[in-house]
Nanobody, 131 residues
Framework: EVQLVESGGGLVQAGGSLTLSCEASGFSVNDYAVGWFRQAPGKEREGVAC????????TFAESVKGRFAIFTDNHKNTMLLRMDNAKTEATAVYYCAADPLLLACRESRDPTAYHSSTHTWGKGTLVTGSS
């Protein structure tokens, strides 16, 4: 069974750091592009970062560029999203997602690009930003 499980959420102070994990099972995180998304209360889900398939380059939304980074722990089959210099508007549920039909990083950052018959989404992890 293909699954993604996020963890690592919690309270992060403005200017602080937090690392989120996205553990994959049933496939290798390097096989497909993996997208990271967040959904703040009352707002639409937005793509914040992605990592291309086969260790392809990561790309980031303008709102987080320079503050977020992606790492892969191949041993644990886990994608990590490192958040530095957090802002209070970081408060959101963060999700990771993958779709074998999406290999390009930029595609995987668009939540509408996922195919209902093939996508896999985690259940999310809550990050709360504080001032």
């Amino acid at each position: 069974e293909v699954q993604l499980v996020e963890s690592g959420g919690g309270l992060v102070q403005a200017g602080g750091s937090l690392t989120l994990s996205c553990e994959a099972s049933g496939f290798s995180v390097n096989d497909y592009a993996v997208g990271w998304f967040r959904q703040a209360p009352g707002k639409e889900r937005e793509g914040v970062a992605c990592s291309g398939s086969n260790n392809g380059p990561a790309t980031f939304a303008e709102s987080v560029k320079g503050r977020f980074a992606i790492f892969t722990d191949n041993h644990k089959n886990t994608m990590l999203l490192r958040m530095d210099n957090a802002k209070t508007e970081a408060t959101a549920v963060y999700y990771c997602a993958a779709d074998p039909l999406l290999l390009a990083c930029r595609e995987s950052r668009d939540p509408t690009a996922y195919h209902s018959s093939t996508h896999t989404w985690g259940k999310g992890t809550l990050v709360t930003g504080s001032s």
